[in-house]
């Protein structure tokens, strides 16, 4: 692992940096002082000719790696030197593709950081995660029961391998400027704010809302992907423990 000691800089890996979240994960990353940005991802550079303005010159300071996060030499390459690891991997698909992608590729990054000695490891979970894996046990039967149950299988194996220097945050929608390729950059906050809106800030209807399995917790768990970026960014570079923030904690950020 790098030494603060020896170096003003920090450096950070972010998983999955080229999709949406991790483009605003290393946007704010490389926004905090002296922080240097490294990212794995399949495709390397994001491939996406215009991403949201705002992002463009941070995107092009990040050192891409292109490499399967599968791939356990390809992780430990991209691990050296750095002071904490990001997963920001999710991908949507069947049951299985989404347990693989959502959970065994951050549970073989978690792996390969701690036999690293990296001593912080963040990770964007997802706020279905608390009521249905660990409360009701969520039903194979319900939506995208694979990406969930990952990101369960995922947040356990970081908590047991990281008990004093983890950082997981628990989003639901997350909303803001996404380029979406032929369509350009789309504003997902004309759709997410509004909701948010609704079903956190008009009382006894937000109510009525929460109360709504699965739908309910998804209309109060909406965010803005820059509150996430900031959470994770801060969080990482103050952890000195466990950090779990649901939304409404993520939000302040």
């Excluded at 170096?7 to 483009?23: A, D, E």
């Excluded at 894996?133 to 990406?147: C, F, I, T």
């Excluded at 820059?226 to 801060?234: D, F, G």
Aim: proline share 5%; hydrophobic share 40%; charged share 20%.
């Amino acid at each position: 692992m790098a030494s603060n000691a020896a170096s003003n800089f920090k450096r950070i890996l972010v998983l999955g940096g080229n999709g949406y979240v991790g483009q605003n994960i290393c946007h704010a990353a490389l926004q905090s002082k002296n922080c240097i940005v490294r990212s794995l991802n399949r495709s390397g550079q994001p491939t996406l000719s215009s991403p949201p303005a705002h992002l463009a010159e941070s995107l092009s300071q990040v050192e891409w790696i292109k490499g399967d996060v599968f791939d356990k030499s390809a992780r430990e390459d991209a691990m050296a030197e750095v002071d904490a690891v990001v997963s920001c991997i999710g991908a949507f698909g069947s049951n299985d593709f989404m347990e693989r992608i959502c959970g065994d590729a951050t549970i073989e990054a978690i792996r390969s950081a701690k036999e690293k000695k990296i001593e912080i490891f963040g990770f964007v979970s997802s706020a279905q995660v608390y009521d249905g894996s660990v409360g009701l046990k969520l039903l194979k039967s319900m939506p995208m029961h694979g990406y969930f149950q990952g990101k369960y299988r995922a947040e356990q194996e970081l908590m047991n391998a990281y008990p004093g220097g983890h950082v997981i945050l628990r989003p639901g929608f997350i909303y803001g400027p996404r380029n979406v390729g032929p369509l350009g950059v789309v504003p997902l906050q004309a759709i997410g704010a509004p909701i948010s809106y609704v079903g956190t800030q008009m009382g006894p209807l937000s109510g009525i809302i929460q109360s709504i399995p699965f739908v309910g917790k998804e209309c109060s768990s909406m965010v803005p992907v820059e509150s996430v970026a900031k959470a994770m960014i801060e969080s990482i570079w103050n952890c000195t423990g466990s950090v779990i923030l649901n939304a409404e904690e993520i939000r302040k950020f």
